[in-house]
């Protein structure tokens, strides 16, 4: 009987690999044979789990996107966690995990995923909007923002807009964090006020 947990850790394994080469050198830069020097197998092997750079890239995007939803949606999920707390580690870890990862080599990684992905990217980012408004939904003060016809999605969608700005405005995730934190505070404050 094949080990099936230990196959899917090594492509787990393999796939984060080649994330990071993907985002080190772009995705034009990228080469089978560096991925596979990376992730410590052979060329041949590399070739036995994709068949094509597209292949890895699609499947290293699905699982990197996939992760970061659960660490988010467990992280939202934690009610021992002021509101606002687990709205800014959530957004890090959807966010803020890639700031100041930023390659100038890397710039290529937009244009390829919106080529070859389809619309994975825009589905997840609906998907964690999604995830981010449940929990404002499930806050006492929510409607404070009925006079002037605020949504939960529109706030949680502000939110990723923000998160998604600062990404690439601050240079590490510790400046991530504080900013998402005031960013969090100021937008959430009549939430905040009432839990």
């Known amino acids: 009987m094949a080990d099936v947990s230990g196959e899917d850790s090594r492509r787990r394994a393999l796939l984060d ?17 560096e991925v596979a020097r990376a992730a410590q197998i052979s060329r041949q092997g590399l070739y036995l789990h994709f068949s094509t750079k597209e292949e890895l890239f699609r499947a290293s995007i699905r699982q990197l996107l996939e992760s970061t939803l659960r660490a988010a949606s467990a992280v939202l999920e934690d009610a021992t966690l002021p509101l606002d707390t687990r709205l800014a580690r959530a957004l890090d870890e ?12 890397a710039l290529d990684l937009v244009e390829a995923s919106h080529a070859l992905l389809g619309t994975l990217v825009e589905d997840h980012e609906d998907l964690f909007a999604e995830a981010l408004a449940r929990a404002l939904r499930a806050s006492r003060g929510m409607s404070a923002y009925k006079p002037v016809g605020l949504t939960a999605r529109q706030l949680a969608d502000t939110l990723v807009v923000t998160a998604t700005g600062l990404k690439h405005r601050v240079a590490t995730r510790d400046e991530f964090i504080k900013g998402i934190t005031v960013a969090v505070r100021a937008l959430c404050l009549p939430l905040l006020e009432v839990s």
């Open 17 to 33: 690999t080649a994330m990071g080469v993907f985002v080190r050198h772009g995705y034009r830069k990228t080469s089978m044979d």
């Open 94 to 105: 959807g966010y803020g995990r890639f700031a100041g990862k930023a390659n100038p080599d």
